[in-house]
């Protein structure tokens, strides 16, 4: 088939500001042909997505993107097709989501517990409705007079080390990639280019461990690829026979400049990329 898919996109049920039947209406009112919902560590978005590209007769691949741990830092898995009524992924998505969520208040019993007069309350306030993160914690020590700064707070109190720390629960990739598999599903790296290993050992090494640790695809088209980039990821994925797969990161107004389909303008994703996929996998 013809025409131009999207293969990364965020809805309202992580931190995109569309809901999952607003996205498809959109893709199909700009003339792509089929799209992949991959919000972050949570599936719940699929149904809906779904729903609406059937009376649509509008594709929708179900997807996920899970945030996971590698001893260079954290990296993205999606995972396509994923069975996203299964009990175990969204058990372990749902055990994950709720720990990041415990992380903050954790950090300000820690601060509470070393004399620090600081509330919840008062970061919720700084933070402005938004999600909280350590910066809306440091302006509030700043702001009572515990620290000189914010890089002050992060320095004493925030950092990895540092007594308030409370690290981020993050999956192993190795696990995530088993997670995606056991609910059929096929586990590809997102922008690739994004991460600290690739400034570390570059970019070959990293996909080869990773495609030993059992990951079938690479996030080739990207909206914030260079041509290099994308030359260089297409090379490297036939090489090590991976898939290539497209998408733009779509998160609505939340992240201007990036637009369905396109991503900055200029990005084509090609159907031919799902065909090969679902040749590859029967699905
Ligand atoms: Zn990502
Ligand atoms: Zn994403």
Redesign the pocket.
Known sequence: MEGLIDL?I?TTASDGTLTPSMVVSLACQRGLKALAI?D?DTVEGNKEAIEEGRQRGFKVIPGV?ISCKHPLGEI?LLGYFVDWGSEILQKRLSQLRRYREERNPEIIRKLRGMGIDITYEEVKEVAGGGSIGRPHIAQVLKEKGYVFSNQDAFDRYLKKGAPAYVPKELLPVEEAIQLIKEADGIPVI??PMQYRTVSTYGIERFIKELTGAGIEGIEVYYSTHSREDTATLLNIASRYGLLVTGGT?F?GEIKPGIEIGVGMGDMKVPYSLLERMEEVYGV
Do not use: C, L
Request: glycine residues 0%.
């Open positions: 990364h965020h991959t972050h993107e993205h997102a922008h990161d998160h």
